[in-house]
T-cell receptor
Framework: GEDVEQSLFLSVREGDSSVINCTYT??????LYWYKQEPGAGLQLLTY?????DMKQDQRLTVLLNKKDKHLSLRIADTQTGDSAIYFC???????????FGKGTHLIIQP | GAVVSQHPSRVICKSGTSVKIECRSL??????MFWYRQFPKQSLMLMAT?????????EQGVEKDKFLINHASLTLSTLTVTSAHPEDSSFYIC?????????FGQGTRLTVV
């Protein structure tokens, strides 16, 4: 299977919370990242978490890491239309310099 | 936060010509930069690691003679797509890490006609 896996689509109502999930395979991952990509644009770093942390919160964003299950999630509270984008999960594997990305989750906001 | 700037954002070139893409770290020095390629509706794939003052490290399957990388200073890495063909059309994006954060440029949409 893929090193980093994400669901391709997530649809939520405006104002609700969005939870985007990601699983990875490398237990030596040191950092895990969440990026946002809008159409035709580059990647915007939203947040990252060190592998010895369980949770990180930054305003509307909450990252949860379950290292035992190799599961990472991004929760966006009070989802707005401007949150519509593709969200990429990425890991920095131990010993590697570059990042390994998932295929991205397309977040769709319903009015 | 730290900014990585990439130029140009879009380029259209004729088949057989070469295209240079620049990646700059604006407020930090980057001894290492990374070049990724993204196909439509696909994930990003690491192409190569650019090392200041030394040769780039290419990922398996990436042609080093086609994708020339030069990291001449601590703030600039360039990727040159040589003798471009339509199959080289893609979104190229660079990255640099001042510390734990990994920042990305705006990306370059290359179209080879």
């Amino acid at each position: 299977g893929e090193d980093v896996e994400q669901s391709l689509f997530l649809s939520v109502r405006e104002g609700d919370s969005s939870v985007i999930n990601c699983t990875y395979t490398d237990s030596s991952s040191t950092y895990l990242y969440w990026y946002k990509q809008e159409p035709g644009a580059g990647l915007q770093l939203l947040t990252y978490i060190f592998s010895n942390m369980d949770m990180k919160q930054d305003q509307r964003l909450t990252v949860l890491l379950n290292k035992k299950d190799k599961h990472l999630s991004l929760r966006i509270a009070d989802t707005q239309t401007g949150d519509s984008a593709i969200y990429f999960c990425a890991e920095k594997q131990g010993g590697a310099d570059g990042l390994t990305f998932g295929k991205g989750t397309h977040l769709i906001i319903q009015p | 936060g730290a900014v990585v700037s990439q130029h140009p954002s879009r380029v259209i070139c004729k088949s057989g010509t070469s295209v240079k893409i620049e990646c700059r770290s604006l407020d930090f020095q980057a001894t290492t930069m990374f070049w990724y390629r993204q196909f439509p509706k696909q994930s990003l794939m690491l192409m190569a690691t650019s090392n200041e003052g030394s040769k780039a490290t290419y990922e398996q399957g990436v042609e080093k003679d086609k994708f020339l990388i030069n990291h001449a200073s601590l703030t600039l890495s360039t990727l040159t797509v040589t003798s471009a063909h339509p199959e080289d059309s893609s979104f190229y994006i660079c990255s640099a890490r001042p510390q734990a954060e990994a920042f990305f440029g705006q990306g370059t949409r290359l179209t080879v006609v």
